[in-house]
């Protein structure tokens, strides 16, 4: 285990298909993150967990997203009813935190992000 | 306004100068700051942490000033390969990181 896998690499949707993101941490890090990156912009958040929680979402994340870690390990990312706004790089992230880590000073490690194209 | 804003570039530099990158946070309760890298097409990759006495990392240095919400990076001796987008990385007290829109340098030969 080298890194943060993400499958698949690329991904083309026709608008209102479903689409389903995996995403394999670092095998130690208890933290998992989906951000996503549209060009010209920097990542911007989704969700993440801690093991299996889910401990945030941001508003960015609608309805027609989900996201689950349902055994603390790999995460999946799905979107409903996919519209051509959806069109981004998918990034998952993981990072390994002790209790309330209030001094952090690690950042966490990408995968190679899943490019989604919805046509 | 942006949580953590940047000039977007692009910054275009000669081989072998120095180029300097800022970029302000809104957020005061802010703890961690981050430089990350991120080449065309590629992830984010963390490219150096920012402490509050300024760190440097070879011919990278990054500074942050508290109260003016200010981080800065440095790159001395610009090499073809630094060109990137540069990532500015703030964490306040919840637990992800927000990044900046980031600034492009291509260093040319």
């Known amino acids: 285990d080298t890194g943060v896998s993400q499958d698949p690499r690329h991904k083309i949707t026709k608008r209102g298909q479903n689409v389903t993101f995996r995403c394999d941490p670092i095998?130690?890090?208890?933290?998992l993150y989906w951000y996503r990156q549209t060009l010209g912009q920097g990542p911007e958040f989704l969700t993440y967990?801690?093991?299996?929680?889910?401990?945030?979402k941001s508003r960015l994340l609608s309805d027609r997203f989900s996201a689950e870690r349902p055994k603390g390990s790999f995460s999946t990312l799905e979107i409903q009813r996919t519209e051509q706004g959806d069109s981004a790089m998918y990034l998952c992230?993981?990072?390994?935190?002790?209790?309330?880590?209030?001094?952090?000073?690690?950042?966490?490690?990408f995968g190679s992000g899943t490019r989604l194209t919805v046509v | 306004r942006k949580e953590v804003e940047q000039d977007p570039g692009p910054f275009n530099v000669p081989e072998g100068a120095t180029v300097a990158f800022n970029c302000t946070y809104s957020?005061?309760?802010?703890?961690?700051f981050f430089w990350y890298r991120q080449d065309c097409r590629k992830e984010p990759k963390l490219l150096m942490s920012?402490?509050?006495s300024g760190n440097e990392d070879g011919r990278f240095t990054a500074q942050l000033n508290r109260a003016s919400q200010y981080i800065s990076l440095l790159i001395r001796d610009s090499k073809l390969s630094d060109s990137a987008t540069y990532l500015c990385?703030?964490?306040?007290?919840?637990?992800?990181?927000?990044f900046g829109g980031g600034t492009r340098l291509m260093v040319k030969p």
């Open positions: 095998s130690e890090h208890n933290r």
């Open positions: 957020n005061s309760a802010s703890q961690s």
């Open positions: 967990f801690q093991n299996e929680a889910q401990l945030e």
């Open positions: 990385v703030v964490k306040a007290a919840g637990n992800m990181l927000t």
């Open positions: 920012v402490y509050s």
């Open positions: 992230a993981s990072s390994y935190t002790r209790g309330s880590e209030p001094q952090t000073t690690m950042g966490y490690t």
